[in-house]
Each structure stands twice: as C-alpha cells, then as structure tokens.
C-alpha cells in the first residue's frame, strides 16, 4: 500500500472510531506528504463529528500554521460544522489552544454566530489572558448579540486599556440604545477614549449618539469639540433639529459652534431659528459674527433684508460678516435699503469700509452711482491690501467703470520691508479681516485656511509672528502651536492664539503647548496691534 493510501485509510479508520487520538497523529505526519494528500486527509476528517473535529481542525494553528494558511478548506469546515452544531463549543472552547481559540473566534465573527455568544461569555468569566480576552471581547462584537451588552459594559472600566478599547468598539457594533448608553456614560475621562466613542456615535446616529455629539460641543477640549462639529457636519440635515434647539440656550460658546455647524450644513430649516436668535440682538459680538456667517451661508431668497441690520453693528467684524451675507443675497431692494442707511456722513464712509472689508461685490456695484458712496468706495480700496485693489479693480473693468478702476492704480511709493505676519484661521472671512487689518498696521500678512498648509510653509519660511484660531477641524490652533514649538522656541516665533473660546481649560491648553499670549475675538486693528506689538521690532 502507498503512503498516501495509508495516511488517507488511517484517517478515515479514526474518523469511523471516532478516535482524536490517532487521528491527531495522522495530522502531525500531514507535512510529509503532498499537497493533494493533505487536502483529501482534511476532507475526510471534516467529516467527523463537531465534537472531533472543530478541536483537530483547530488545533493545526497553534502546531501547523502554515498548513492552515495554505488550505483554506479548514476554516470553511469549522464555520460548516459551527453552524449544524454550535453547541459543541460549551465543551470545546477551553481546550483549545491560544492560535487554535483565536482561529475559531474569527470564523464565529465572520459567520457572526449568535449562538457562540452564552459560551463565549462564559469563557470570558473564566480566563486570566489578557490577549484571548481581548480576542473574545472584539468577537462578541462581531455577532452583535445584545445579550453581551452588560458584560462589555463592565469591561469599560477595567485597568487594562486594550480590553477597554475591545469593549468600546464591540459596544458600537451592537449599537442598540443600550450599548449606546453605556459608552456615553464611560465619557468625560479619557480624551482618546472619548474621541473613540464619539466616532461610534457618529456612525450609529441614533437619538443617544445624536445627543451626545452635541453635548461634545460643549466639552472642555478643544479637539473634542473639533471633532464633534466635523461628524455633526457630515451628519448633516438629520442633526438639525437637534442643533438649533442649542440656540435656545444662554451659551455663547455652545451657540457658536452651533451656527458653525448649522452654516456648513446649509440645511434651510435653520434659517428661521438663527434670524430669531439675531431677533434677540445677542451681547456676545462673536455669537452675533458666527449668526451672519451662518445666514451668508444658507439659502435664504424672501427675507434677506434681515441681513442688512448687521451693517451698521457697532462692532466692525460683525458688520463685514452681515455685508458677505447680503452679498450672497442681493437683491435691488436689498441695495436701495442699504443707500438710505448710508444718508450720514459717518454710517456711509462707515459702510464703505465694511463693503470692501467684506469683497462684497454686488453691493460695491450698487452704490457706485451715487457720487458721495463711490468716492468713499474708492477710498476705501485705496487704503486697502494689494490682492483687494485687484479684486475691485477687475469688478470694475468687467462691468464698464474703467475710468473709475484707474484710479485704484496707484504708483509703488515706498520699498519698506514690512514684518511678516502669519495667520492661520478656518473662516475665509476672517483671513480676509487679517489681510486688509495688517495690511493697515503695515504688516505683511501671509494667511492659511488649512494648518497643515501653514506648517507646511514653515519649514522653508519665518515669519515674524503667528496668528492662530483655537477651533479648526483636523488641527486645532493648540496642536498647530505644538509642532511649531518642534522648531522655533516662544522667542524665535512669537504666537499668540485669537479665538471666541472663554474655556480655561483652552487658555491653559494653549499656553502650556506654548503660545506666547491669548487674544480675544472680536479684535480691531487697535486691539491686534496692542496684542502684537511687544513681539514685533520696533513697534513696543
């Protein structure tokens, strides 16, 4: 008889016997013959009961691993014979060897067996290790059985950090409103931890995970609420109604990142909350910039007119944000509304400042006919950055004015070297504040919408000094200032963090990564100036 028949016999006599002993042996001689004899041993042996075979089969990953690599028919025999017989792991399960035990557990996960889950967790009860716990743990996510919930839940806070993450993630993938509950209530410890769940919540979007990302708005840490934002974006319109209940509240930073988010979702049901919130005439100036933002950023047809309030706000940052959002929304009416408001000398030069501020286009063009507002207008570019001279001065040659777009062509009349000035801010309005504000103190303003460009820049340039926002998505102004620290000292690079933010933990945060001082938004040229100047030459 040839060795192949004799290993091919043998298995198929312990099989009919029912003897593991022998056909364990058989096994171990596998290698020694070839690869279709292997095949042939395997299929005759996927024949033996469950109570045999899963073991056997099993066994081969922690003494043949490279046997089960090379025959796939292996793990499809014990997902085959799990399936007809699932209750053969209450005895199985704890013999098996550590690959052996990691080998089934991922074949009950892909074939996401919910009967594996009672002698599953009865295992779990019942061993030391933490690597087969944490195996075990991640399978119980896999088959989503709600039975596991408690006891995943009491794995949230135990002293190992690995089996804690297991347990978060297997939690998000049964997802009910239990699981759900349990990691909200595991939250407010651990930032990683958080930010962990917070991603689960933003996948499951159910009324508890909706909750709690708005809630992680309010949160002490910057990329907390960074984060929260970025997933309630992506949301989108579902979140709405939940958002604007936040304006409701006596929360200005709270009501900010709301109509942060509520502007990049652009959903129209939330046009008639924030006009009711600007209703209320807010004290907080930023809450007031952030509501104009918003409402520039929605679609708003009938009604814009509520827009043009804003032109006159005391405050100059709010003015530009009200004049980009009566831009977007222009209508004839809009701008005849608008020239009655610039009837006094002071409102009108006051206005003109805030159209160019603002590259509001559409109103520029609208109060050009009258000779008092277009003389202001051109004054106003006149004093203006050069990337804004240029902006008008096309607006005016596309539509006709090429007398007037003359005389924004002015003679270079002077070669000072001006400081240069970083600033780095997600909002593009706020960039093109800093540009015409520095451009004012005689500053060289070089800005960045992303960070990462921004770092990026600094590895081939040194500005004098930078400006950063504290809230922007990916990185924030806190992690921004760490890495530049990487490489410029507080005395070699100078930042200071401008944000809307009145959170401690945020200034402490941000002065421990480094910044050299904390402004406060809203600012004006006066404010920044005083701010910047004891770390620009010559200016203290």
Known sequence: MSEAASVLR??????????????????DYLPHVDEPIQAAALGLLAKAKATMAVPLLASLADSQPDLVAQHPMIREAIAIKLLAE???????????????????????GEIKLEAAAPPLLELLATITDTDEMEAIISTLGEIGDP????????????????????????????????AMRRLAERMGTDNQLDVLILDIFARVQDTIA?????????????????????????????????????LRYDDPDLIIHTLNVLGDIGDATAIAPI?????????????????????????????????????????????VAAARAVDRNFTPILGAGIKNMAADDDDAARIARIVVQ??????????????????????????SHQDTKDTFYSLLKEHGYSELALRLVTPETTTETRPMVMAVDDSRMILSIYKNTLHELGLTPVLFEFPASALEWLE?????????????????????????????????????MVTTQNEMNDHKAALDAGVNAIVNKPFTAESLMAAMAPYLPGRQ
């Open 460 to 496: 081939s340039n040194t500005p004098t000094l930078v400006l950063t926002d504290l809230n922007m998505p990916d990185i924030t102004g806190i992690e921004l200032t760490r890495r530049i620290r990487e490489r410029y000292s507080k005395e070699q690079l100078p930042i200071l």
């Open 10 to 27: 043998e298995i198929a006599d312990n099989v009919a016997k029912n003897d593991a002993i022998k056909a364990r042996l058989v096994l």
């Open 86 to 108: 699932p209750t053969v792991l209450e005895t199985i399960l704890p013999q098996l060897g550590r690959q052996g035990l990691r080998l089934v557990l991922d074949v009950i």
């Open 210 to 246: 909706l909750e709690k990302l708005n809630e992680a708005m309010r949160s002490h840490f910057a990329h907390i609420r960074t984060y929260a934002k970025k997933a309630l974006t992506q949301i989108g319109v579902k979140a709405v109604p939940l958002l604007t209940e936040n």
């Open 358 to 383: 603002a590259h509001a286009g559409q109103i520029f063009l609208a109060l050009l006919d009258e000779e008092r507002l277009s003389g202001l207008l051109l004054d106003a570019v006149l004093r």
């Open 275 to 319: 006009r009711k919130l600007l209703h209320t005439q807010p004290k907080n100036p930023n809450v007031r910039f952030a509501a104009y933002e918003a409402l520039g950023l929605l679609p708003l047809d009938k009604g814009a007119y509520v827009l043009t309030q804003g032109l006159l706000d005391p405050v100059e940052h709010v003015a």
């Open 147 to 178: 039975i596991a919930t408690n006891t995943l839940g009491d794995f949230l806070y135990s002293g190992n950090r690995k089996l804690i993450i297991a347990a978060i993630r297997a939690l998000g993938k049964i997802a009910t409103p239990t």
